[in-house]
């Protein structure tokens, strides 16, 4: 089992619709949850970083973390076609800032 | 624009051949990563370089080598290269790079191989 598992879809939704990524980790020692965005052909940047269990809001934009489940969400609200990219979770456990990374889910915004 | 640049942008070679990719971090930014982004492993990190020191040690292969040169910049030596190399190659780049979990790493534009 890999340390962080992530659909790579591809996730295909109409222009408005709200989007849920989602990723799963086995260590429980990972602390530190991040979300990189990467457009085709591009290198990835990041979008959310959270810590603790619970949401964070930043715009359209919402992370959830469940460390009892060991879950993590990303949600986009009113998702617009320029939100078509990969999407990457990314944990690490604090000690050394190396994330792990997730393969990324593809997500399509159409018109 | 990250502030990160990668050289060359394309790579096409032969098996067995050698490769050198180049990084030149972010301004300011003291710490380089190297990660490979194939489609069947995803983004996986390589090494990590603080200061012209190397920091932290991933998944790379003894074929491949690093380092960072006095002016920051860092280079990844590819050799005897297969075809299962063929990949992204991503540098990152950080202020710092000692453990602070808040620390942002900065990507490249990356370096497409093709091992023919």
């Known amino acids: 089992q890999k340390e962080v598992e992530q659909d790579p879809g591809p996730l295909s939704v109409p222009e408005g619709a709200i989007v849920s990524l989602n990723c799963t980790y086995s260590?429980?020692?990972?602390?530190?949850f991040m979300w990189y965005r990467q457009y085709s052909r591009k290198g990835p940047e990041l979008l959310m970083y959270?810590?603790?269990?619970g949401n964070k809001e930043d715009g359209r934009f919402t992370a959830q973390v469940d460390k009892s489940s060991k879950y993590i969400s990303l949600f986009i609200r009113d998702s617009q076609p320029s939100d078509s990219a990969t999407y990457l979770c990314a944990i690490h456990s604090g000690g050394s800032y190396i994330p792990t990374f997730g393969r990324g889910t593809s997500l399509i915004v159409h018109p | 624009d990250s502030g990160v640049t990668q050289t060359p942008k394309h790579l096409i070679t032969a098996t067995g051949q050698r490769v050198t990719l180049r990084c030149s971090p972010r301004?300011?930014?003291?710490?380089v990563y190297w990660y490979q982004q194939s489609l069947d492993q995803g983004l996986q990190f390589l090494i990590q370089?603080?200061?012209?020191?190397?920091?932290a040690k991933g998944n790379i292969l003894e074929r491949f080598s690093a380092q960072q040169f006095p002016d920051l910049h860092s280079e990844l030596n590819l050799s005897s290269l297969e075809l299962g190399d063929s990949a992204l190659y991503f540098c990152?780049?950080?202020?710092?790079?000692?453990?602070?979990?808040?620390?942002?790493?900065?990507f490249g534009p990356g370096t497409r191989l093709l091992v023919l």
């Open positions: 301004s300011g930014d003291l710490s």
């Open positions: 370089y603080y200061n012209g020191e190397e920091r």
């Open positions: 959270t810590y603790s269990s």
């Open positions: 990152a780049s950080s202020v710092d790079g000692r453990g602070d979990p808040q620390e942002t790493q900065y």
């Open positions: 260590n429980s020692a990972f602390q530190y």
